[in-house]
């Protein structure tokens, strides 16, 4: 299930920081938008998702932000650990589909 | 572990075979999909099933033809493929179409030479 040869944008952080992944959107009239990871060899995996009427929920170590007016979309993972590592995609729900970005590389140095 | 399963894990396959991937799901879910990840590109959706029945096919070319004979099974059938077919061919599943949350299979890494 790895993203291999896709020229990812990379963050890298030190186990315990905080990691924020960032999405930009395009779809104002998407009705939720959603988080998912896939680590190297698996396929995509739900994390979390919020209503485009909200702006901010909160999972277990994982915050999901949503500012509608810049389009822009944000996952935090609190305490990153060796075992966040992956691809996080995120995506939006327009018309029942789900609409997937690009992704983003974490990498956690221990 | 996500409760989708899908076979072979790898294919290799000549662009005059024909070869059929296969995705399995104990779940319970009545809606499944075949996704296309490729090296360059986002996960793009192919089909779309709702209790068995076709309810999307995203302008996928012909030689791909997907086949759900019940809720927990989901074939795509491949025939006289482009080497740019080549890609991680996943399957998901979802209690109901219209879910944000989707199960994914570990997809099947498709080259085609």
């Known amino acids: 299930g790895e993203s291999v040869g896709l020229h990812l944008p990379t963050l890298s952080v030190q186990e315990g920081d905080n990691s924020i992944i960032n999405c930009a959107y395009s779809n104002s009239a998407s009705d939720y938008f959603i988080w998912y990871k896939q680590e190297s060899g698996k396929g995509p995996q739900f994390i979390i998702d919020i209503r485009s009427n909200m702006d901010k929920r909160q999972g277990q170590r994982v915050t999901v932000l949503l500012n509608k007016t810049v389009k822009h979309l944000s996952l935090q993972i609190a305490a990153t650990q060796p075992g966040d590592s992956a691809v996080y995609f995120c995506?939006?729900?327009?018309?029942?589909?789900?609409?997937f970005g690009k992704g983003t590389k974490l990498s956690v140095k221990p | 572990e996500t409760g989708v399963t899908q076979t072979p894990r790898h294919l290799v396959m000549g662009m005059t075979n024909k070869k059929s991937l296969k995705c399995e799901q104990h779940?319970?879910?009545?809606?499944m999909y075949w996704y296309k990840q490729s090296a360059k590109k986002p996960l793009e959706l192919m089909f779309v099933?709702?209790?068995?029945?076709?309810?999307e096919n995203n302008s996928v070319p012909s030689r791909f033809s997907p086949e759900c004979p019940n809720s927990s099974h989901l074939f795509l059938h491949l025939h006289t493929l482009q080497p740019e077919d080549s890609a991680l061919y996943l399957c998901?599943?979802?209690?109901?179409?219209?879910?944000?949350?989707?199960?994914f299979g570990q997809g099947t890494r498709l080259t085609v030479v």
């Open positions: 099933y709702s209790l068995e029945e076709r309810v």
């Open positions: 779940l319970g879910h009545n809606a």
């Open positions: 995506a939006e729900a327009a018309q029942g589909n789900l609409i």
């Open positions: 998901a599943s979802s209690r109901r179409t219209r879910e944000t949350e989707a199960f």
